[in-house]
């Protein structure tokens, strides 16, 4: 209700002002104004805006207006009512005034009644708030960072060390920024925290090693949610199905979470995999913001392109997010490894029940393939491991016809214990998550198994014919280019070798080498510009590296290039085979001698090494 506080400093001269609020009264009389004949009895003390007034004296009431004299007027304003302002006293001002009150009470209570009465109308509320608090997010920590590198590299330096130096502080105060805007966003923030964690053959230390904490702090969705979410994509109730499920997770992921539970059906213990629910709500924004901010750093800085982060990010986390294609993925993989059990002791959980965000599994656990204590204390052969880890993933790159597991960190892979021998192995290893599969094209793989078999006999002019041939690479750009795919500095990677042990100081020459002789800019154009589906072949060569050099092999990585030169060789073998079906007579027999004896030259050097290895008691 609105009323008009009259300030009476004499009868004949009133100032006509506006008060807004509620006020219990009982009206006795409501005659012209005199003191004698009009009064209003109001309560001792009553409430004005928040402002108790006590004892109300000489207190008028006349056509509708509370008149209040001097004395009162001066306790309001003592009591802080700054919001009484003078009005003019045309009826029409009066009339404007509270018609305006009047639509603005009407549409917070339309609002307010609608927000808490609908439920569409409350979640797209809430969806605008939380969506500008992710655009605040994001564009809080970019200006921040652009801010930071703008200033040191505008500026000069007296010296190479002291810029250097700057720019390495500029770089971790840069990393902790995003680290905190990943962590406050979640959700595909996280995973691309962790990629970049991983990306230690091209970014500076200070941002790999700021971002590994995000490879364990993913932040878990409540089983609420997962209920709720679950019955709405099955059509399920989630009592009905499962009997009982664990509350705490066994694992959390930027993308899902994992329970363990019992279907209700057969009392089976399971793998449940669960979707984070809010990735849906906020996917489409996030690719969104991840893109723009990658395509504004580099019209800003085009020396550090990073575009083609963003583009791969965009074209497959929606492939990752439908778990009906990843069960897809692990029944193909689980039936052709059937076969290599021997040479990969491969275990993947079989597939229960599929839905796009929902995914049950059997349940197999097991340790870390970084525990060495664990693998040591079951008496698991780390060298047979790493042959395991290596067969794997070679029969993934180069054999025709099999998809390549893109994501094989150290969370997707497990080593799991047995107490009999099987297939010649007491252990299994078991690969989770397989979301991320790409399928290499058959001359991409043929021409990487060239170009590995160049590597390793240190032929160069055949290795720039076949890195032309896989990526575009020209001869200026084949120098990083083969540092990268093999995780060595320049020097090693050109000598052919690769297969010795990667020592820390290689790895700091790297990093400095980047930073000092400008190579960072070289890399971030050659990645740029390579097929996407080299920079995921780039990231498994990483990741599995980090996995055998984490096994500390007692056999070092000989063993581990012999292998890959085995499964080059056999590539090479069949393409080289079918060309020679097309000659008749003496070439074709000439050819298919040679052949076969370029073939087994090079698979008997990995059969040769078993034999002298077993012989001399290391396995």
Not at 262 to 286: C, G, M, W, Y
Request: proline content about 3%; charged content about 25%; aromatic content about 10%.
């Amino acid at each position: 209700m609105t009323f008009n506080l009259i300030h009476i400093e004499s009868i004949s001269d009133a100032s006509l002002l506006n008060v807004t609020g509620s006020v219990p009264f009982r009206m006795q009389n409501q005659f012209p104004l005199t003191p004698k004949n009009s009064t209003v009895d109001l309560p001792k003390a009553f409430e004005i805006s928040g402002v108790t007034i006590y004892s109300m004296q000489e207190t008028y009431f006349s056509q509708g207006f509370f008149m209040f004299n001097r004395t009162i007027s001066q306790n309001l304003k003592k009591n802080g009512i700054s919001w009484v302002r003078r009005l003019s006293s045309q009826p029409k001002a009066k009339s404007r005034s509270f018609r305006g009150h009047k639509v603005g009470f009407v549409v917070v209570g339309v609002t307010g009644g609608l927000y808490f009465a609908n439920d569409s109308f409350r979640n797209g509320v809430n969806h605008l708030v939380l969506t500008g608090e992710r655009v605040g997010v994001v564009t809080l920590a970019t200006m921040k960072c652009f801010k930071y590198y703008s200033t040191v590299l505008t500026k000069n330096f007296d010296s190479k060390e002291e810029y250097y130096k700057e720019l390495d502080e500029t770089h971790k105060r840069a990393a902790l920024v995003t680290l905190d805007a990943l962590r406050t966003n979640g959700g595909i923030y996280i995973k691309l925290g962790q990629h970049v964690s991983a990306m230690t053959y091209l970014l500076p230390k200070e941002w790999t090693e700021t971002m590994i904490p995000l490879q364990d702090e993913c932040p878990k969705s409540s089983l609420t949610d997962i209920k709720a979410m679950f019955e709405k994509d099955t059509g399920e109730k989630f009592d009905e199905v499962f009997s009982s499920i664990d509350e705490e997770p066994i694992g959390v992921a930027s993308l899902a979470q994992v329970h363990i539970g019992t279907l209700r059906n057969s009392e089976e213990k399971v793998a449940i995999k669960f979707q984070h629910p809010s990735l849906q709500e906020f996917v489409p924004l996030d690719i969104l913001l991840t893109k723009t901010v990658f395509d504004l750093m580099a019209k800003v800085f085009p020396d550090y392109s990073l575009t083609w982060l963003s583009d791969e990010l965009q074209s497959s986390i929606y492939v990752e997010l439908d778990f009906q294609n990843e069960a897809k993925n692990a029944i193909k993989t689980a039936e052709y490894f059937k076969k290599f059990q021997k040479q990969t002791a491969l275990r993947i959980p079989k597939v229960i029940e599929a839905h796009k965000r929902v995914l049950i599994l059997e349940y197999v656990p097991g340790g870390r393939l970084d525990d060495l204590k664990f693998i040591d204390s079951h008496n698991i052969s780390r060298s047979e491991v790493s042959s395991c880890l290596s067969h794997t993933f070679n029969n993934m790159i180069f054999t025709p016809d099999v998809s390549l597991h893109c994501d094989p960190h150290g969370g997707n892979l497990a080593i799991r214990p047995l107490d009999h021998k099987k297939n010649g192995h007491n252990f299994e290893i078991v690969l989770y998550d397989h979301g991320l599969y790409r399928d290499i094209p058959l001359q991409m793989k043929r021409d990487y198994a060239h170009f590995w078999l160049a590597m390793l006999d240190n032929d160069t002019t055949k290795m720039k014919v076949y890195a032309k041939r896989v990526a575009g690479i020209t001869d200026k750009q084949f120098p990083l280019f083969a540092a990268a795919i093999t995780g060595r500095d320049i020097d090693h990677a050109l000598s052919g070798k690769v297969h010795t042990q990667r020592e820390d100081s290689e790895i700091d020459r790297m990093h400095q080498a980047l930073l000092s002789e400008g190579l960072v800019y070289d890399l971030m154009g050659l990645l740029s510009h390579i097929p996407r589906i080299v920079l995921l072949i780039l990231k498994t060569n990483d990741l599995t590296r980090f996995l055998d050099e984490a096994l500390q092999n007692p056999l070092g990585l000989q063993r581990t290039f012999l292998i890959l030169a085995s499964y080059c060789a056999k590539t090479v073998y069949y393409e080289q085979k079918e060309d020679s079906q097309k000659l008749r007579g003496l070439s074709w027999l000439r050819s298919t001698i040679s052949l076969n004896f370029a073939y087994y030259k090079r698979v008997s050097q990995l059969w040769i090494y078993d034999l002298l290895v077993l012989v001399r008691g290391h396995i």
